[in-house]
């Protein structure tokens, strides 16, 4: 109940393209759900969040969808560009568990050239 | 802020040496979490502290392995005897607030031969 899975495992996109990264999870009490960005040899960061309340969010080149009813929810990201290659993580949290989050398994994304 | 600060970077030991980690949290953050990630398993969530008290450590791998938090500002992750199966890299991560945002330190590489 308390998966979150994370697909494609790796991914590659030339520049320009659209990057998409798909997760899914079962609990329905989630209510947090943030991507983090990690580069090698770095800690991972945040990079966008969003709660089950609206159903996109938008920051830059990079938008969260949100499917509340498929318990679904994607990472797109725009025009992407070499500097982008990095691993990307899905996570959410439950409203009573403090900040703890389930990660899913990870992307990691190559943008070529 | 200088962010979350982990010792040493770098860790090369040999089998049954004892290994220790340490973290120190962003100022006025009270969630503190131990990762490890691997190749194989990704990032998995070892222990988190809230306020100082451990409150899950259901993700320790195994009894070798021990966190301590003294105070807010300090936690140690020791693993005593250390194993090969043991290396990885380790990751402190803080929060603090509602929404439940983690920062991440740049880890430790842990290397056991």
């Known amino acids: 109940q308390q998966q979150v899975k994370q697909s494609p495992q790796s991914l590659i996109v030339q520049k320009g393209g659209i990057s998409i990264i798909n997760c899914a999870y079962e609990n329905t009490a989630f209510d947090y759900f943030p991507w983090y960005q990690q580069f090698p040899g770095k800690g991972p960061a945040l990079l966008i969040a969003i709660r089950p309340d609206v159903s996109e969010k938008k920051e830059g080149r990079f938008t969260i969808s949100f499917n509340k009813s498929a318990k679904q929810f994607s990472l797109h990201i725009m025009d992407s560009q070499p500097g982008d290659s990095a691993t990307y993580f899905c996570?959410?949290?439950?409203?009573?568990?403090?900040?703890?989050?389930?990660f899913g398994g990870g992307t990691r994304l190559m943008v070529k050239p | 802020d200088a962010g979350v600060i982990q010792s040493p970077r770098h860790e090369v030991t040999e089998m049954g040496q004892e290994v220790t980690l340490r973290c120190k949290p962003i100022?006025?953050?009270?969630?503190l979490f131990w990762y490890r990630q691997t190749m194989m398993r990704g990032l998995e969530l070892l222990i988190y502290?809230?306020?100082?008290?451990?409150?899950?450590d259901s993700g320790m791998p195994e009894d070798r392995f021990s966190a301590k938090m003294p105070n807010a500002s300090f936690s140690t992750l020791k693993i005593q005897p250390s194993e090969p199966r043991d290396s990885a890299v380790y990751f402190c991560?803080?929060?603090?607030?509602?929404?439940?945002?983690?920062?991440f330190g740049p880890g430790t590489r842990l290397l056991v031969l």
């Open positions: 996570a959410a949290s439950l409203n009573n568990a403090g900040n703890m989050l389930t």
């Open positions: 991560a803080s929060s603090g607030g509602l929404l439940g945002t983690q920062y």
């Open positions: 502290f809230n306020n100082n008290v451990p409150i899950d």
């Open positions: 100022s006025g953050h009270d969630y």
